[in-house]
């Protein structure tokens, strides 16, 4: 979710919301598109980490070294773009 620039709240869905139970972040979701993709059942926390890095990946201008907007990356973007790369990819070598 984001604020235009004319002040409207912006919701984006990129497939990954799930609703988090009583179960916390032990909450595992079997029938999610990304469990069956990767064939494992991702847990709350998991998918929560796969949402940051697509989001930063998708608006942050750290993510592409190769556009115009990559000029304008501060350092906290890129920390930011960093962290959630290395937290999903972390992830990615247990599944």
Not at 7 to 27: C, N, R, S
Not at 40 to 57: I, P
Not at 58 to 77: H, M, R, T
Not at 79 to 89: D, E, H, L, R, S
């Amino acid at each position: 979710m984001y604020e235009s620039s004319s002040g409207k709240l912006v919701l984006i869905d990129f497939g990954l919301a799930v609703k988090k139970t009583e179960l916390g972040e032990k909450q595992t979701y079997p029938d999610h598109f990304h469990s069956k993709n990767y064939k494992r059942d991702l847990t709350w926390n998991q998918l929560k980490s796969y949402q940051e890095y697509k989001y930063q990946n998708s608006f942050n201008p750290c993510a592409d070294p190769y556009s115009e907007a990559y000029l304008d990356c501060s350092d906290e973007q890129e920390k930011n773009f960093k962290y959630a790369k290395a937290k999903w990819y972390e992830i990615l070598k247990l599944l």
